[in-house]
């Protein structure tokens, strides 16, 4: 908005300037410059009561001008949680939006915030790729009294007032809810603790929702007594997934449980498992790999839930536009939003054993995916 008027201002200076120079040209004559002046005049003020009745019919239209910086375009989840973005902040809802895309870099993504701060917009939004890194542009953010939300992953900030707010999933929940399931569906099918040899294919390394996802299973594997026998990145891509999967295949004859901290990786997992001659179900018992995963935002990935390939999936909700709105309306009404927001999620398997779990005493039905 600010810089709207500005340009405006600039053309009114350029058209001022035009102006004089032609009247100083016609000078010497002076019935031709009264006739000018005259004409000018009241041309000039037609045009300019036409100028304020269409300004008046059709004021210009108020924007908030947001800069969002998205890490990078590794998942599913990602471009659905890009879409929600660009389809909220519109010209329609009074938005300008500045769109930067990190490319799973966290210099582009402090470089694009310092493009925002010179551009001096409204609010910045930030999908930060990992928690660490953030704490000098985030100042510089806030000594130019910009409002920065932090959406999806968070970032790790000793001083909390370096940003305004977050909006997210409680990652940590999603992986004790999968790890609730599993358990569950080893009891009942009579699976010994021991017997559970498991693979962690984790997301990118130092993002919140690989933390959270990663502690989730640690803890569950040491509490109940499963063999957890290694943790890996797959950089939550396909490619990378099926690259480590087919590794692990060859590493560990026993494996027969693969926690994949999310689908786009499941889906390479799979291809993986078959291309090694070996199937995905949850029949372990008779040589089956099982596989679990999050997100539940690929239908493909839906689909194999339904037919069984991928056992169980951890809901994790990626649009966050319309959230972030809601926050910025907010802020714009003067109000202090929450803190930290978090989102409600679902946990879906085609599994019959297992129909609800339960965590720090809150019960949650497992859904048809
Ligand atoms: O699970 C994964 C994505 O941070 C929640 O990042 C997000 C994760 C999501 O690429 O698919």
Same mark, same amino acid.
């Given at each position: ?51 304020? !009745?269409?300004?008046? !019919? ?6 908030? $001008? $947001? ?32 769109? !930067? ?29 990992? !928690? ?34 977050? $909006? ?155 959230? $972030? ?45």
């Amino acid at each position: 908005m600010k810089k709207h008027i500005t340009w405006i201002q600039h053309k009114l200076g350029i058209q001022h300037k035009l102006g004089l120079q032609h009247k100083l040209q016609i000078q010497p004559k002076a019935w031709i410059l009264i006739l000018f002046v005259m004409a000018a005049l009241f041309g000039g003020c037609g045009r300019d009561s036409d100028h304020t !009745e269409a300004q008046a !019919e059709n004021p210009p239209e108020p924007s908030v $001008v $947001v800069g969002f910086s998205q890490l990078g375009a590794e998942s599913d989840w990602r471009s659905a949680n890009t879409d929600s973005m660009l389809q909220t902040f519109t010209r329609e809802n009074g938005y300008t939006l500045i769109y !930067e895309n990190g490319q799973q870099q966290q210099s582009k993504q402090i470089t694009a915030i310092r493009k925002f701060i010179q551009q001096d917009v409204d609010y910045i939004v930030l999908a930060p790729e990992k !928690e660490t890194g953030w704490e000098s542009v985030l100042e510089e953010a806030r000594n130019a009294e910009i409002p920065v939300i932090i959406v999806d992953r968070r970032v790790a900030a000793a001083d909390k007032n370096l940003y305004t707010c977050w $909006v997210g999933s409680d990652f940590e929940l999603e992986g004790k809810k999968m790890c609730a399931w599993l358990g569950s569906f080893a009891e009942a099918h009579g699976i010994a603790p021991e017997e559970l040899h498991i693979v962690n294919i984790q997301g990118t390394i130092g993002s919140t929702a690989q933390i959270g996802r990663t502690r989730g299973l640690a803890n569950a594997a040491r509490e109940n007594g499963w063999d957890l026998m290694e943790e890996i990145s797959g950089d939550f891509t396909e490619t990378r997934g099926r690259e480590v999967m087919s590794m692990l295949l060859d590493k560990y004859d026993n494996l027969n449980v693969v926690y994949c901290e999310n689908d786009n990786m499941a889906l390479g997992v799979l291809d993986a498992i078959e291309e090694a001659g070996r199937t995905a179900g949850s029949d372990i018992a008779n040589g089956e790999i099982m596989v679990v995963s999050f997100d539940g935002v690929n239908e493909e990935a839906r689909e194999l839930a339904r037919a069984g390939k991928i056992s169980c999936i951890a809901e994790c909700n990626p649009l966050h536009g319309p959230r $972030v709105e809601a926050l910025i309306r907010q802020l714009e009404a003067g109000e202090e939003p929450e803190k930290h927001n978090y989102v409600d999620e679902k946990i879906f398997s085609a599994e019959e054993a297992v129909r609800e779990i339960e965590i720090d005493g809150v019960t949650y039905k497992v859904e048809k995916p």
